[in-house]
């Protein structure tokens, strides 16, 4: 970037660094990305953070909830979205289950886009609703996708409240199941979150390597036991991969 670049498109630009940096940054790293004069920065880093698209923590700045929303808000304007849903519906006619796109909102894993089982017994989590990160398979796959320091910090602050008898309370046996998620690439909920209910996920990530959502597949577990669930994998994984290119 130039001195000579607009006022208007510096914010912009900024709010992209910021976004795309695989950490939070301080004003001198952004100020080094956009090559931009350190006092210059701080002019932009404080209208951003006065109008709320970000915020301070300690000497590093962050992306706020403004920006989430617009982003959220500009991603549904997105065409990859009707191919997502498409993907979706494909993924729930081969296993005749509800199966979920769900994105990390600050109030926990939120459904941003679902395709409904025909069957009569099902779990309803309609568009819109948010579940908690611990307790279930997609935001097990969010916690995955942190560094541990991040992860960590995110735990220690989650109040753990017990759903079932499977739901894990204790915050080591949690980061226990997360690096086994890390690990294996997906995450299962086995009546964590709703007796009776299982669940299995896998990450999305955008072309970049940045995490964007998770692809579920839920369904009673007299009709989706922990056996078949995993038969699923294969084709949860692609959808994933599918819909890793369409939202790009």
């Known amino acids: 970037m130039s001195l000579s670049t607009t006022p208007n498109l510096r914010l912009l630009l900024s709010l992209e660094e910021i976004a795309n940096a695989a950490r939070p940054l301080s004003v001198a790293e952004l100020a080094s990305l956009l090559d931009l004069p350190k006092p210059s920065t701080h002019r932009l880093v404080k209208t951003l953070l006065s109008e709320g698209f970000l915020e301070k923590h300690g000497q590093q700045i962050v992306i706020a909830k403004r920006s989430i929303t617009m982003a959220s808000n ?4 997105n065409p990859g979205n009707m191919v997502r849903h498409q993907i979706l519906e494909s993924l729930a006619r081969v296993s005749k289950e509800t199966i979920n796109f769900v994105v990390p909102t600050e109030n926990g894993m939120t459904y941003s886009d679902r395709v409904e089982t025909d069957w009569h017994f099902r ?3 309609p568009v819109g609703t948010y579940v908690p990160f611990y307790c ?7 916690l995955a996708s942190l560094r541990k320091s991040q992860m960590q910090v995110l ?9 079932t008898d499977n739901t894990i309370t ?15 690439g997906y995450s299962i909920d086995d009546e964590e979150l709703y007796r009776g209910m299982l669940a299995i996920a896998v990450p999305v990530h955008a072309p970049t390597g940045h995490y964007c959502g998770a692809i579920a597949i839920h369904g009673p577990k007299s009709r989706l036991p922990l056996e078949k669930a995993i038969s699923f994998l294969p084709a949860l994984e692609q959808a994933a991969e599918d819909i890793a290119v369409a939202l790009s």
């Not at 735990?155 to 759903?163: K, L, S």
């Open 74 to 77: 500009l991603t549904l304007k």
């Open 123 to 125: 779990v309803m989590l």
């Open 136 to 142: 279930t398979a997609s935001g097990k796959t969010y």
């Open 155 to 163: 735990i220690d602050n989650i109040e753990m409240t017990r759903f």
């Open 170 to 184: 204790d915050k080591d046996e949690l980061i226990q199941t997360i690096k086994q998620v890390r690990k294996q």
